[in-house]
């Protein structure tokens, strides 16, 4: 059967967050053995859901593949799934549509190795129960989204001296609160994990307008923040398993 992947992301406007979507699309395409590959977002800008499934109709396949871009199991990828089966009665191509990118291992291994990158990055040789980890999530109104942040939380929780989450916006714990908890805790090492999928505006910018003064307030010693999750290739290896899940309904 001739397939095609779909990804539907939230969408930004930073040329970074469409490379990285790029590689990911690349990269699937190849793992998963698809005759085509491209992304869309649900808002911001164009391509838009519409955009990307009338693009897929387009080409040669028999089947696609919709993966949600999304960490968490929330109200916009409720949305952006809603939006992706009005399209079904369209066309003649069969239609799968998968679980997001969320409450999976291989989240966990990212987020380990962001950290242990990190430390040695800055030459800091300690063991895990040494250090002390604070995961920045973006902040959703859908009690899942903090569900399927916890999970990695949980995961992790016994390898570390002590690890704990906060969120950019929404929710609480702030970043402020998030730090301030960690300080409770005397750390001699805080690793900070950005979890976004992206090098956007909320990474490159919006993390910081309340970290940096959080941290110039605390008095924890040595801070430092690990790369976002980015282009990792156990996130294309995620895509393409989620696809596969999903592609058992066809």
């Not at 990285?20 to 005759?35: D, Q």
Request: a neutral charge.
């Amino acid at each position: 059967m001739k397939k095609g992947l779909l990804l539907i992301d939230r969408g930004s406007r930073e040329k970074e967050v469409q490379d990285e979507l790029r590689y990911i699309c690349e990269k699937a395409k190849a793992r998963g053995g698809y005759l085509f590959s491209d992304y869309c977002f649900l808002e911001v800008i164009p391509p838009y859901i519409e955009d990307g499934m009338r693009k897929c109709f387009g080409q040669d396949i028999e089947a696609l593949t919709i993966v949600p871009y999304f960490l968490y199991p929330g109200r916009k990828v409720k949305a952006a799934v809603n939006m992706a089966v009005e399209f079904k009665p369209m066309n003649k191509i069969k239609i799968a549509i998968s679980k997001p990118m969320s409450f999976h291992k291989l989240m966990v291994r990212i987020v380990d190795e962001r950290i242990w990158s990190t430390l040695a990055k800055n030459k800091i040789s300690l063991s895990k129960n040494e250090v002390n980890v604070l995961l920045i999530g973006h902040g959703s109104k859908d009690p899942e989204a903090r569900t399927s942040l916890k999970y990695v939380v949980d995961e992790l929780k016994h390898q570390y001296r002590d690890i704990g989450y906060c969120f950019l916006e929404i929710e609480q714990p702030n970043i402020s609160q998030g730090i301030e908890e960690c300080a409770k805790k005397s750390p001699e090492i805080l690793i900070v994990v950005p979890y976004f999928l992206h090098k956007g505006a909320h990474v490159k910018r919006d993390i910081y307008e309340d970290l940096n003064p959080a941290i110039e307030k605390s008095k924890i010693k040595n801070i430092f923040i690990t790369e976002h999750l980015g282009t990792d290739d156990k996130l294309v290896d995620l895509v393409v398993e989620r696809a596969r899940e999903a592609e058992n309904d066809y």
